[in-house]
């Protein structure tokens, strides 16, 4: 068990430019999320994943983000078209297998974005 | 829609000190609510998961409670050390599966 890995785990980028992150969760964890966290505030739900399959989106995920979890193990995001207000932490959060209520979520590390 | 306060935002105490965070809710349809401790630039750790059926759980000095019908959660931290500053988050997950965070207590403990 090695937990939960981000990459990269910071991002500088100009505003307009695309970016990607990578996420890679515990092994034989078949549930994947997504949050973004600004400056002062805490972590707000983008998107999850039941294997490959994407099973919850939040309206905060507009047209310019897209999550894939191909093969039911890593999983990007992508933001397309990056604005200043994209600037944030980007968290990738992984859970066991079975449903049930003791299942706590394991974060990894986080993909800091600035946007110039 | 769920949402989550915590206050106070911020916290300085002196070492030695039992502290007492605060945490409510408005949804008390939840499965679950989870504190995690947060250190600057980096991810969640999380602390400790009380069940919905349940109304107290233990790890080490932190002691976390559930009320889920009056939507409160409290967090006691038992003789404060430096090493416990952070910033602490609850978070009440429901039928949806996402968590949902307040903003945050920033606790200090000064040496």
């Known amino acids: 068990d090695t937990g939960v890995s981000q990459d990269p785990r910071h991002k500088i980028t100009k505003r307009g430019q695309n970016v990607t992150f990578r996420c890679d969760p515990i092994?034989?964890?078949?549930?994947l999320y997504w949050y973004r966290q600004t400056l002062g505030q805490g972590p707000e739900f983008l998107t999850y994943f039941q294997n490959e399959a994407q099973l919850e989106k939040s309206r905060l995920l507009s047209d310019r983000f897209s999550a894939e979890r191909p093969k039911g193990s890593f999983s990007t995001l992508e933001i397309q078209r990056t604005e200043q207000g994209d600037s944030a932490m980007y968290l990738c959060?992984?859970?066991?297998?079975?449903?049930?209520?003791?299942?706590?979520?394991?974060f990894g590390p986080g993909t800091r974005l600035t946007v110039l | 829609k769920q949402e989550v306060t915590q206050i106070p935002a911020a916290l300085s105490v002196p070492e030695g000190e039992n502290l007492v965070l605060n945490c409510s809710f408005t949804?008390?349809?939840?499965?679950?609510l989870q504190w995690f401790r947060q250190d600057p630039g980096k991810g969640l750790t999380s602390l400790l998961l009380i069940q919905s059926s349940q109304r107290e759980q233990t790890s080490g000095r932190l002691n976390a409670s559930l009320d889920k019908s009056s939507g409160r959660s409290t967090l006691y931290i038992a003789a404060s050390q430096p090493g416990d500053s952070a910033t602490y988050l609850c978070?009440?997950?429901?039928?949806?599966?996402?968590?949902?965070f307040g903003k945050g207590m920033k606790l200090t403990v000064n040496p």
């Open positions: 978070a009440p997950q429901g039928g949806s599966e996402k968590l949902v």
């Open positions: 959060a992984s859970s066991p297998r079975l449903p049930s209520s003791t299942d706590t979520q394991y």
């Open positions: 092994s034989e964890h078949n549930r």
């Open positions: 949804d008390s349809a939840i499965y679950n």
